[in-house]
């Protein structure tokens, strides 16, 4: 090849490389009493110029909790929950990422992760992480959804570098 004859324009698929990486984390800690609920509030994004936080490419957008994709392509989404039990031991605790192929219609969980709490106060933490096709920017939406077997404060934290509860999605190439 002719020095420069290959430039990113002219790429295609995962030859152009990773083209968007991003990262939301909750700003401050909420309770949850027994039972599963939808995370919709205190998201922000972890933003570039923000102490060690970088970001390539478009955003993620979000609206009550529910987020969408700049273009299409294959993603890879990887979340983190952590908080402490408030009052007693618990024989489960999870966090749920839940994804829709309608615009938010209907959700179906994708990828969840368990845990339990030993005692009052003490800490759990959950992780997993997804590959998503996303062939569809409209209709193509997700959110995370909690479940708890009793009272818990899951954590979030209002000064960047630092993520309780959060998650970080890089596009890995064309769908």
Same mark, same amino acid.
């Given at each position: 090849l002719a020095a420069n004859a290959v430039t /990113?324009?002219?790429?295609? =698929?995962?030859a152009k490389g990773i083209t968007m990486a991003d990262s939301w984390a909750i700003t401050s800690n909420f309770s949850q009493s027994a039972g599963s609920a939808d995370v919709t509030a205190n998201w922000q994004r972890n933003y570039a110029g923000s102490t060690n936080w970088g970001i390539l490419g478009s955003a993620i957008t979000e609206s009550s909790g529910v987020f969408s994709f700049p273009t299409t392509g294959i993603y890879l989404l990887q979340f983190n929950f952590h908080g402490r039990s408030d009052?007693? /031991?618990?024989?489960?605790? =999870?966090?749920?990422?839940?994804v829709s192929q309608n615009a938010g219609v209907a959700y179906g969980q994708v990828v969840y992760n368990y845990s339990q709490a030993y005692a009052s106060q003490a800490h759990f933490n959950m992780s997993n992480t997804a590959i998503l096709?996303?062939?569809?920017?409209s209709n193509v939406k997700f959110?995370?959804?909690?479940?708890?077997q009793s009272a818990s404060i899951w954590f979030g934290e209002s000064g960047a570098p630092k993520v309780g509860c959060g998650f970080h999605v890089i596009r890995l190439g064309d769908t």
């Open positions: /990113a324009a002219k790429a295609s =698929g995962s009052g007693s /031991a618990q024989s489960y605790i =999870g966090t749920r990422l839940m096709d996303v062939t569809d920017t959110k995370f959804n909690t479940e708890v």
